[in-house]
Nanobody, 121 residues
């Protein structure tokens, strides 16, 4: 079993900051890419940022320069520092990880339960 547990969402005023965390636990051999996605009601889930095992990152154009993704491999945790938040950043944010499990071949994709981020104007 593998679980992703997110924390750090909440309500913030425009221009403020939040930091999301996502910790993976369970029978993990290694974690490849980790990322954050967001989804508004009735819309498709979209990529916010991703970081691979070597630390290379990729961001959605809408968050470049404002959001920073990082990871602590020793803790199997990925973070999303969100600065200069805008009302349009309001969404449910989901953590994603591509994990190689103990005693299994191949890579499995796991999702967190989602955490609400609300930015008021």
């Amino acid at each position: 079993q593998v679980h992703l547990v997110e924390s750090g969402g909440g309500l913030v005023q425009a221009g403020g900051s939040l930091r999301l965390s996502c910790a993976a636990s369970g029978s993990i051999r290694s974690i490849n890419a980790m990322g954050w996605y967001r989804q508004a009601p009735g819309k498709q889930r979209e990529l916010v940022a991703v970081i691979n095992s070597g630390g290379s990152t990729n961001y959605a154009d809408s968050v470049k320069g404002r959001f920073t993704i990082s990871r602590d491999n020793a803790k199997n945790t990925v973070y999303l520092q969100m600065n200069s938040l805008k009302p349009e950043d309001t969404d449910v944010y989901f953590c994603n990880a591509r994990i190689v499990r103990m005693n299994f071949r191949g890579e499995f994709i796991y999702w967190g339960q989602g955490t609400q981020v609300t930015v008021s104007s």
